[in-house]
């Protein structure tokens, strides 16, 4: 059973708010009447319990969910707005390559979200020493924050560079500083990683909910991978695999995504929490009836045939049947539009979405069909997963076929996703050089990662953006997309930031 404690629920709202309060109290009284303030909070385990709660609930936002996700596959090429975003969301014109300081949404929402995390673990951090409890149990709160803060700053340089860096709590006058440098920023990334993975317990994550051991170095592994430091993220990665708490799911792949497959699920090393019915979230609505997000073929055609050939080589393929004979990943992460929906029960129900595919494809990867027919009453409680074992595989594999090649652990690492039970794909072929491994883990990573925010950071940080990018043309005007190797691999910081702070130097291009 998912587990996620009375005191967390119970804290969701109220403790983000009163954190924000807390986290700015230099521009407000000391002891507001209406809010939990510092000197009448910090006096029990109980207060400390419900600070790290609120830490936590700054993960309930976009950009750690299947919105922000979802937006970052349109970005990437995988997918087309659609549905009820259709001329209404911005992410679609950012695709295009028309990105600016005043555009919002997506390039402001990543910012906002983390920056506000970042003010949170650092309000947390300056006063959980207060509290009179014993000093394992505060290492360990400690070490779950430093892992979030981690989260946050890792978001941040990943998608704007260099960012001002903040460790304590300060005015606002205190935050018009410049941005350190994006090498300066992952410095402090790792030190914070470093420090958790020290203090966090190794053990499972899924039953409790709260980051663990192997949760921090699945991070470590992957801001390493993003350095091109490959000793680094192989052994970060190698260290969670002989610590053995986490394994792949060994049953039907798709229910990874969907609160049934998550309980105790031993893949998932972490996530952005949801439970019925006090804290829900929208997710069957965004992705079965409003239709917002429609795959792209070049994502369908990544998938290979059961014979483990792609769809260029194997007889297997049908182009008028592009479902049969395919990696079963395919059809349970996306389907066609006029595709009924086939209940457990074996009822079959339509989807009965609020605009028409303009791919002619529908996601179907994190949408529970039980759900049907959905109204603006329907609540979700699928956590959206951050960080699980198969990206440790993969990381492995990546990192170690740039140190050395293709030798025996890369193909053992790539297998064991492949071949796993529900998915059951036949092995990788033997004599691979290095570039074609490179070539089998890269779609590896697309195919798995499908729709869960991997892609776009992939291709920016293999080079290839500026390549893959203007390749795409756009089913509905027939227009090419851009890329600006200049300006694009870098959001720009949102011109309200570098309105309040004149020492915030913007992003070239903007």
């Known amino acids: 059973m998912k587990k996620l404690t009375i005191t967390y629920l119970k804290a969701l709202g109220f403790v983000c708010m009163a954190l924000t309060v807390i986290a700015c109290e230099e521009f407000l009284e000391r002891n507001p009447t209406t809010e939990i303030s510092g000197p009448t909070f910090w006096n029990s385990q109980k207060d400390a319990e419900m600070a790290l709660a609120g ?25 087309n707005e659609g549905g009820q975003s259709l001329g209404a969301s911005s992410t679609g014109t950012f695709a295009m390559g028309i990105m600016e300081a005043v555009s919002g949404g997506l390039l402001a929402n990543i910012y906002n979200d983390c920056y506000r995390g970042v003010a949170s673990c650092n309000y947390f951090l300056a006063n959980i020493d207060r509290v009179d409890m014993p000093a394992t149990t505060i290492n360990r709160y400690k070490g779950e924050v430093h892992f979030l803060r981690a989260l946050f700053y890792f978001n941040l340089a990943d998608f704007y560079g260099g960012v001002p860096l903040y460790t304590e709590p300060v005015s606002a006058e205190e935050a018009k500083v410049a941005q350190s440098t994006k090498e300066q920023v992952f410095q402090q990334v790792l030190s914070d990683l ?89 997710q069957d609505i965004r992705i079965l009836w409003h239709g917002i997000w429609n795959p792209r073929q070049e994502l369908r055609d990544a998938y290979e045939c059961t014979d483990g050939l792609p769809i260029t080589e194997s007889p297997l393929y049908d182009p008028e049947n592009w479902q049969e004979n395919r990696d079963p990943r395919l059809g349970q992460t996306m389907r066609n539009f ?90 990788l072929p033997s004599g691979l050089t290095k570039d074609e491994m490179r070539e089998r883990i890269r779609n590896e990573r697309r195919v798995e990662f499908a729709f869960e925010g991997m892609r ?12 893959y990018i203007p390749t795409l043309v756009e089913p509905s005007s027939g227009l090419s997309r851009a890329f600006d190797p200049g300006k694009h691999y870098l959001f720009p910081f949102p011109q309200s930031e570098i309105d309040i702070n004149p020492n915030l130097v913007q992003n070239p291009g903007y």
Do not use: C
């Open 194 to 282: 470093d420090l958790a993975i020290a203090n966090l317990p190794n053990s499972d994550y899924s039953s409790e909910g709260h980051a663990v051991r192997g949760s921090a170095l699945a991070l470590k592994s992957r801001v390493l991978l993003h350095q091109s430091d490959w000793s680094g993220a192989a052994t970060a990665a190698a260290q969670v695999m002989a610590d053995g708490q986490f394994s792949l799911h060994q049953e039907k792949w798709g229910n990874l995504f969907l609160a049934e497959g998550q309980n105790n699920n031993p893949e998932i090393m972490f996530s952005t929490r949801y439970l019925n019915p006090d804290n829900s979230s929208q």
């Open 55 to 79: 830490v936590y609930s700054r993960l309930n936002t976009n950009t750690f969910n299947y919105e922000g996700v979802y937006s970052l596959a349109i970005m990437a090429g995988d997918a």
């Open 456 to 467: 776009y950071r992939d291709i920016k940080r293999w080079k290839i953006a500026e390549t």
């Open 338 to 427: 006029e595709d009924p929906a086939v209940k457990a029960s074996g009822e079959v129900v339509s989807f009965a979405y609020n605009g028409v595919s303009m791919t002619g494809l529908m996601p179907a990867k994190g949408g529970n069909v039980e759900t049907l027919p959905i109204d603006y009453s329907t609540k979700s409680e699928q956590d959206w997963i951050l960080i699980r074992y198969a990206e440790v595989l993969l990381n492995f594999a990546e990192a170690t076929n740039e140190l050395s090649g293709p030798v025996p652990a890369v193909y053992d690492a790539v297998n064991a996703i492949r071949t796993r039970q529900g998915v059951d794909m036949p092995p």
